[in-house]
């Protein structure tokens, strides 16, 4: 058989170089190109047109969960692979509501991950059992009669602290979330990139976060970004 042919979305080079070794040494998977975020794979995938995407999520200008809900518009049939190191379900939830059709944890050694590939362009799903531990535990928690669903952990201080940002810092945070950059956020905003640059240092101070990605969390957390949104 052909091996399969795979489009690796990461924005660390030195783990696209890792990966790419440990699937082209098992004979049965190409890496046949290589994007650094989700508005890259997008470009690749149709010059390329691969049988499946290997994607991170957390990654700049377009993260994974976009990359992927846009990519189900426009390739229904092609398969995305997540592989993350976050199990959690303010990662897992989002990905697979946009569509992707696996979830292996980086943690995860060769062999899953090249069975994880096959296995997703034979049309079928596949998660790492922690994320599959994931997935059940929040769906207990929507079926229990013994009252709504759990909370995540955290929500109830990520609401308090959410009070007591500004309309204006609560807009930009939203804008992160969807992975717009500082340029998008300003234009859609019609204020300064500058002025963006200073509400987003303001929130991770104000919030003690230090990246995107937990901006991000944060705002799914606290309820900014309803997971139907994303």
Do not use: W
Request: aromatic share 2%.
């Amino acid at each position: 058989m052909s091996p399969i042919r795979v489009l690796l979305v990461d924005d660390h080079a030195i783990l696209r170089e890792g990966i790419r070794y440990l699937l082209s040494a098992s004979g049965e998977v190409e890496v046949i190109g290589e994007a650094q975020d989700g508005v890259e794979a997008l470009e690749m995938v149709e010059k390329l047109r691969p049988d499946a995407v290997l994607m991170d999520i957390a990654m700049p200008r377009m993260n994974g969960i976009e990359a992927t809900k846009e990519l189900k518009k426009r390739h229904p049939d092609l398969p995305v692979l997540i592989l993350s190191m976050y199990d959690s379900e303010e990662y897992v939830l989002p990905i697979l509501r946009a569509g992707a059709a696996g979830y292996v944890l980086k943690r995860a050694a060769a062999q899953e991950l090249v069975s994880a590939l096959k296995a997703v362009t034979s049309g079928q799903v596949i998660l790492h059992p922690d994320v599959a531990r994931t997935v059940m535990d929040n769906l207990q928690a929507q079926e229990s009669p013994q009252g709504p669903p759990v909370a995540p952990r955290g929500a109830s201080e990520a609401q308090a602290q959410l009070a007591q940002l500004t309309e204006r810092e609560r807009e930009v945070l939203t804008l992160i979330a969807h992975g717009l950059t500082n340029q998008q956020i300003a234009e859609r905003l019609f204020i300064s990139i500058k002025t963006v640059q200073a509400h987003r240092a303001n929130l991770m101070e104000k919030l003690d976060l230090h990246d995107a990605v937990e901006l991000t969390k944060f705002a799914i957390k606290s309820g900014l970004l309803p997971l139907d949104e994303i």
